[in-house]
T-cell receptor, first 115, second 110 residues
Framework: EAQVTQNPRYLITVTGKKLTVTCSQN?????MSWYRQDPGLGLRQIYY???????DKGDVPEGYKVSRKEKRNFPLILESPSPNQTSLYFC??????????????FGPGTRLTVT | QKEVEQNSGPLSVPEGAIASLNCTYS??????FFWYRQYSGKSPELIMF????GDKEDGRFTAQLNKASQYVSLLIRDSQPSDSATYLC??????????FGTGTKLQVIP
């Protein structure tokens, strides 16, 4: 089954404790991306990757890190989480060719609470 | 700041009617456009993807793209109560950054 998976689905942590949210896709997609969703603000892009070892900032990259060492995986790292990073996080992947992105599919989401 | 604008709604339509959702975008470099349906607390579900001017139909859904006017629309024919959700419009820029609108809440009244 073609899918994007994320782990963990729920996470409660404390300020400053480093954490990683994993994302994996089995569709051989070049493009992967992380979003956060907050009430009233909609979905905002954190980072995206057009291929292995190629990443770029989205609209809200502060406080986050990513890496793309393998095509299928795109982990999101919060080195020192703060309460304002409490949010619902989504990973997504898409086939891309040139400057064109094709259908983008989302993972199930990770609800993060930072106290 | 590149933006995608949507009316937040709620948009209420009776069951069986056509729901019309609209979206405008400011980035002329955007080439790919997406419509997603999202139920509360769930992940966005892709409804339509369009990148050429004109109409694209898939079942009860039709997406329309007008690059000159910088708008994208979604028509839902024969609306059903199960279509009640928030509909998100998104545009993919030339550098493949993706920007989402804040969504339009649709209510289909039985």
């Amino acid at each position: 089954e073609a899918q994007v998976t994320q782990n963990p689905r729920y996470l409660i942590t404390v300020t400053g404790k480093k954490l990683t949210v994993t994302c994996s896709q089995n569709m051989n997609h070049e493009y992967m991306s992380w979003y956060r969703q907050d009430p009233g603000l909609g979905l905002r892009q954190i980072y995206y990757s057009m291929n292995v070892e190629v990443t770029d900032k989205g609209d809200v990259p502060e406080g986050y890190k990513v890496s793309r060492k393998e095509k299928r995986n795109f982990p999101l790292i919060l080195e020192s989480p703060s309460p304002n990073q409490t949010s619902l996080y989504f990973c997504a992947s898409s086939y891309s060719k040139g400057h064109l992105l094709y259908e983008q599919y989302f993972g199930p989401g990770t609800r993060l609470t930072v106290t | 700041q590149k933006e995608v604008e949507q009316n937040s709604g709620p948009l209420s339509v009776p069951e069986g009617a056509i729901a019309s959702l609209n979206c405008t975008y400011s980035d002329r470099g955007s080439q790919s456009f997406f419509w997603y349906r999202q139920y509360s607390g769930k992940s966005p579900e892709l409804i339509m993807f369009i990148y050429s001017n004109g109409d694209k139909e898939d079942g009860r859904f039709t997406a329309q793209l007008n690059k000159a006017s910088q708008y994208v629309s979604l028509l839902i024919r024969d609306s059903q109560p199960s279509d009640s959700a928030t509909y998100l419009c998104a545009g993919g820029g030339g550098y493949q950054k993706v920007t989402f609108g804040t969504g339009t809440k649709l209510q289909v009244i039985p």
